[in-house]
């Protein structure tokens, strides 16, 4: 699989601020011992010297009967030891329960580069996952636990303008399929719980957990192309989650994790981006049907009106759709079949709900005059925009 662009919005190598979590080809992180803690300094003006009386202690139910006695020049004081907790472990925490109730459904997904994860979706042997994670791949090895046994699984079907792609494996050649259930990722809130599975750096299945931080943001898919209502989570997600569901208290996927902010640094930064899981419900279907998806396409790209609402134009692909009706680099659009623009995103959600061969009118700002054009919307590339 080719190397992924590493950026997007146009900037330099040197001032990255996003990056793919690509498949991991990192190797597994050093774990070192704690270092040894250092003894207290001794209480000023007091001599002591310490001795250690060893006797039993309970493990279970009582007291420890070890016991410090202390000496000094003044006087001689027996001090008793903490006592060790009574039997029992702490009570279940909610992210324990999400980690038992759905873990079995989460899976590793490995390529000849790399790795990342995917869930299982139905029990026919349907696999989700980033279309980033296969690449160019028809076939893929899958990990359904941690014993290092995997399975072979043919991939399906990929949508670079969603970065999601379907993989199928055989339900008799697989361990018992987990399906895991899709939350209506439009009624996800900021503050919500947020639960990461998945299989980063190389380690074995992982969970992570921490809270929606935001909704309705926009990524760049792999294609160059708009992800829209992407969730926004500081639940931590590092190379090889990609690909991994992130789910809500209730133990549903809300997302598909995808990117992560780096400010260029290689690792998280609390700042990890999923994938709606509305638009799982709605692309999976048709990839695992071997249906392509056609989208509309404007043939434009925009950034926000220094002048006020709406969509400055900054490059039109000729002879695109938008180029045939007459659009130019440094008009605005103010409006789309009369409904107002009042940012770039908000003339992207509008295109993203027409199909091919729509007609839309815009309302432009050229020059300081204000004119009308008929556009008839294209096919959106497979490749670049």
């Known amino acids: 699989m080719p190397k992924q662009p590493p950026l997007w919005f146009g900037r330099s190598e040197g001032d990255a601020d996003h990056r793919w979590l690509e498949p991991d080809q990192i190797a597994p992180p050093r774990v070192e011992p704690p270092a040894a803690a250092f003894a207290p300094p ?27 006695i202390a000496e000094d020049n003044q006087a001689t004081s027996t001090i008793q030891a903490l006592p060790i907790a009574a039997a029992g472990g ?14 079995s459904g989460v899976v590793q997904v490995r390529t000849d580069v790399g790795s990342g994860t995917g869930f299982v979706v139905d029990a026919d042997g349907t696999i989700v996952t980033n279309a980033h ?16 046994s995997t399975v072979d699984a043919k991939v399906v079907g990929r ?17 018992a399929l987990k399906p895991l259930g899709l939350a209506d990722s439009d009624k996800v809130k900021v503050g919500d719980l947020a639960v990461a599975i998945g299989y980063p750096l190389s380690l074995a299945r992982t969970a992570t957990s921490g809270i929606v931080s935001g909704i309705g943001r926009h990524i760049q898919a792999p294609n160059g192309f708009s992800i829209d209502k992407v969730i926004q989570t500081d639940a931590p997600i590092n190379s090889g989650n990609s690909g991994g569901p992130l789910f809500d208290a209730r133990g549903r996927v809300i997302g598909v994790n995808s990117q992560i902010a780096t400010a260029g640094s290689q690792g998280n930064l609390g700042i990890g981006f999923a994938i709606p899981a509305n638009t799982v419900r709605s692309i999976v279907p048709l990839l695992k049907d071997g249906q392509k998806i056609d989208r509309a396409f404007l043939g434009a790209s925009s950034s926000p009106s220094p002048s006020g609402p709406g969509a400055l ?14 659009l130019r680099s440094q008009d605005v659009i103010v409006a789309i079949d009369g409904r107002q ?41 497979q490749g670049t925009p």
């Open 133 to 148: 994670v296969v690449g160019d791949a028809t076939t893929v090895k899958v990990l359904f636990d941690d014993s290092n």
């Open 341 to 381: 623009i009042g940012d770039p995103d908000a003339l992207i959600a509008i295109i993203s709900t027409a199909k091919p061969g729509d007609r839309v009118e815009l309302e432009i700002a050229r020059d300081g005059q204000r004119k009308s054009l008929s556009v008839e919307l294209g096919t959106r590339p």
């Open 313 to 326: 134009i900054q490059t039109v692909t000729a002879d695109g759709p938008a180029a045939r009706a007459g």
């Open 159 to 175: 949508d670079l303008s969603s970065d999601l792609a379907v993989l199928h494996v055989d339900p008799a050649r697989s361990p």
């Open 42 to 68: 001794p209480r000023q003006g007091v001599r002591r010297r310490w001795f250690v009386a060893i006797g039993a202690c309970l493990l279970l139910g009582g007291a420890g009967a070890g016991l410090l």
């Open 90 to 103: 702490v009570g279940s925490s909610q992210v324990n329960a999400i980690y038992s109730a759905v873990s």
